[in-house]
Structure formats: structure tokens, C-alpha cells
Nanobody, 125 residues
Framework: QLQLVESGGDLVQPGGSLRLSCAASGFTLDHYAIGWFRQAPGKEREGVSCISSSPDGTTYYVDSVKGRFTISRGNAKNTVYLQMNSLKPEDTAVYYC?????????????????WGQGTQVTVSS
């Protein structure tokens, strides 16, 4: 079963940047559509961004992060990154990655499989 591990979360000031990593061992993530999700305290988990399987690589972003976040695949083919720039306090959440459902080769924000522990992102001055 695909097991993903998130890392890269930290405490950062508003306007700062972080890069989150989603890594798999023993699997080539190029074959999977991968999504990033987040859950803030007291709120439901929401989809943030996803990337379709290679070579298509189509991406999706929720409106609140468009122009600030970028999802990409690493050269090693077993990592997916989420580059987060111009961070805001409302980006504070635990961030998770997961394999996601695809529809007509487009990734969706419907996660499948086992969820990992996530990585905490806190944006505060």
C-alpha cells in the first residue's frame, strides 16, 4: 500500500515561504495523482492543490492559494513538493498529502488510501 510522509512544516512569519515535501518509499509517485490537503483547528480538511500523474502533470489550486502556492514533482520521481510563498495567518494548518482520484486524467481533491501524520504549518508574527 502506498505510504506517504509529509515534512517541511514550520513556524514562519506572514509573507514568508516554506516548501513542503511528500515522499514515498518503494513507489514511483510519477504514476499517481497526488494532492495536498490541510486542516486548521476546528475546521474540516480542505483540498489545497493536486497534480495529475506524469507525463500529463496537470495542476489544480484552490482559489485561496492561487498565485502563491506551486505544486511540483521532484526529479527523483518519489517526491511531490508544495512551494508556499506569501504565507498568511489563515494558511496555518496541518498539511497532508495523499493519492487522489483522477477523472478524465484530471486530478481531483478526493483523497484515497491511508492518511499520514501531516506536517504543521504555523504562520504568525
Amino acid at each position: 500500500q502506498l505510504q506517504l510522509v509529509e515534512s517541511g512544516g514550520d513556524l514562519v512569519q506572514p509573507g514568508g515561504s516554506l516548501r513542503l515535501s511528500c515522499a514515498a518509499s518503494g513507489f514511483t509517485l510519477d504514476h499517481y495523482a497526488i494532492g495536498w490537503f490541510r486542516q486548521a483547528p476546528g475546521k474540516e480538511r480542505e483540498g489545497v492543490s493536486c497534480i495529475s500523474s506524469s507525463p500529463d502533470g496537470t495542476t489544480y489550486y484552490v482559489d485561496s492559494v492561487k498565485g502563491r502556492f506551486t505544486i511540483s514533482r521532484g526529479n527523483a520521481k518519489n517526491t511531490v513538493y508544495l512551494q508556499m510563498n506569501s504565507l498568511k495567518p489563515e494558511d496555518t494548518a496541518v498539511y497532508y498529502c495523499a493519492a487522489v482520484v483522477t477523472v478524465q486524467a484530471m486530478c481531483t481533491m478526493v483523497g484515497v488510501g491511508k492518511w499520514g501524520q501531516g506536517t504543521q504549518v504555523t504562520v504568525s508574527s
